[in-house]
C-alpha cells in the first residue's frame, strides 16, 4: 500500500509538472513574421535582430518566428492576411500597398526623399504618422519602418541606362502605377512586378529592364542576368513592419513596452546597416561582371526635372486629400 501510495504520488507530481510546462507554454505569445525577401536580404537580417532583440527582452515570454522569401503567404497576401489574423506580423515595402493606400507611393517619389538626415527623421514624423492612420483604416497596425534604401539601379543587359532617352521603349521593372508615372512620361513601358518575379523576368526577357535596390541585385543575383547598371539616388523605399490590431491589443503592458523599445533600436540600427549594405554592394556588383555606373548630380538633376512632376501630379490625383499634405511634410523634415 506504501509502494501505491508513492507511486500515486509521484504520478501526480509528474502530472501537477507537465501541467505547469504547458501552462508556461500555452502562456508564450508567438509572433510569425511573413516577408518576401530572401534571407541573403539585409531587410532579413534586421528581422533577424529584432527577434532576438524583442525575445530577449521579454525573457521568453514572446517567441518570433520568422517566414522569409514568401514561404508563409505570397507578397500580395500579406495585408489580407494579416488584417483577418491568419498571422500576426508582415513587412512589405511601402510601394507594395499601390492603389490600396495611395498614400504610401509618396516614399518613393523620384528625387523626393533621398538625404540620409531627413531619412532618420521620418520615423514618428508627422508624415509617418499620415501613413499609419491610412494602414489602420485597413485594418493592420503600423510597427516599424525599416530604412531599406535611398540608392536605386536601372539595370540592363544590352546596354547601359544613362540618359533618359536610354529609356524610351523598354519594359521596365515598375512598382505601382503612381509612382511609375514618371518613367512613363519619358517613353519608358513600367511593368509593376513583384521583386521576387523579377530575376525570371529579366532572364526570361519579360521585361528588358530592372529596377531595384542596389543591395538586391546582390541579394537576388542580378549579375546573372545584367550586364548593365546605373545607380541612381532616385527615392526612398522603406520596408514596415505592420501587425494584426487585435491581436497588439492583447499584449500585455511589458510586451508592448519591450516591442517599442525593440522597434526603435531596430529603426535606428537599420540606417547603418542599409547604408553599409548598399556600399558593399557596389563594390560588389563590379566584381560578378557588371558594369556599374554612378549618376552624376547633373544627370540626377536632369531627371528628376523629368520624371518627378509627373509621379507628384499621379500622386495628388490619387491622394487628393493627404497628397499634398505629404510631399509638404516631407519636404519639411
Known amino acids: 500500500m506504501r509502494y501505491a501510495s508513492l507511486t500515486l ?151 547601359p541606362l544613362v540618359t533618359l532617352a536610354d529609356l524610351r521603349g523598354l519594359k521596365i521593372r515598375g512598382l505601382s502605377a503612381i509612382s511609375d508615372a514618371g518613367l512613363a512620361a519619358v517613353g519608358a513601358a513600367p511593368t509593376p512586378t513583384p521583386a521576387p518575379e523579377v530575376y525570371q523576368a529579366l532572364q526570361s526577357g519579360v521585361l528588358d529592364a530592372g529596377l531595384t535596390d542596389v543591395s538586391a541585385a546582390v541579394s537576388r543575383k542580378f549579375f546573372e542576368v545584367q550586364k548593365y547598371g546605373t545607380v541612381a539616388p532616385y527615392f526612398a523605399v522603406y520596408f514596415h513592419m505592420f501587425v494584426n490590431p487585435a491581436w497588439y491589443n492583447r499584449l500585455t503592458t511589458g510586451e508592448k513596452d519591450a516591442m517599442a523599445a525593440a522597434v526603435k533600436k531596430a529603426e535606428a540600427d537599420m540606417i547603418g546597416l542599409t547604408e553599409a549594405t548598399a556600399a558593399a554592394a557596389i563594390k560588389e556588383l563590379p566584381l560578378k561582371g557588371m558594369t556599374i555606373h554612378m549618376q552624376t548630380p547633373a544627370e540626377a538633376a536632369t531627371w528628376k526635372a523629368a520624371l518627378q512632376k509627373p509621379v507628384i501630379d499621379a500622386f495628388n490625383k490619387a491622394a487628393p486629400e493627404n497628397g499634398p499634405k505629404l510631399v509638404d511634410a516631407l519636404n519639411k523634415l
Open 9 to 159: 504520488t509521484a504520478f501526480t507530481a509528474t502530472v501537477f509538472a507537465s501541467g505547469l510546462a504547458m501552462g508556461s507554454a500555452q502562456a508564450q505569445t508567438v509572433m510569425r513574421i511573413s516577408h518576401p525577401v530572401p534571407t541573403a536580404h539585409h531587410v532579413h537580417k534586421a528581422v533577424e535582430a529584432f527577434k532576438a532583440d524583442l525575445e530577449a527582452r521579454t525573457k521568453g515570454t514572446m517567441k518570433v518566428e520568422i517566414f522569409p522569401s514568401e514561404q508563409l503567404a505570397k507578397q500580395a497576401e500579406n495585408h489580407a492576411s494579416v488584417a483577418r489574423g491568419a498571422f500576426e506580423a508582415g513587412v512589405l515595402t511601402n510601394f507594395t500597398w499601390g492603389n490600396t493606400i495611395p498614400e504610401m507611393n509618396a516614399l518613393t517619389i523620384p528625387y523626393l526623399l533621398t538625404d540620409l538626415e531627413k531619412i532618420k527623421k521620418f520615423p514618428g514624423s508627422p508624415a509617418a504618422e499620415i501613413l499609419e492612420k491610412a494602414l489602420l483604416a485597413k485594418g493592420v497596425k503600423n510597427l516599424a519602418w525599416f530604412y531599406t534604401t535611398r540608392q536605386s539601379i536601372f539595370t540592363s543587359a544590352k546596354k
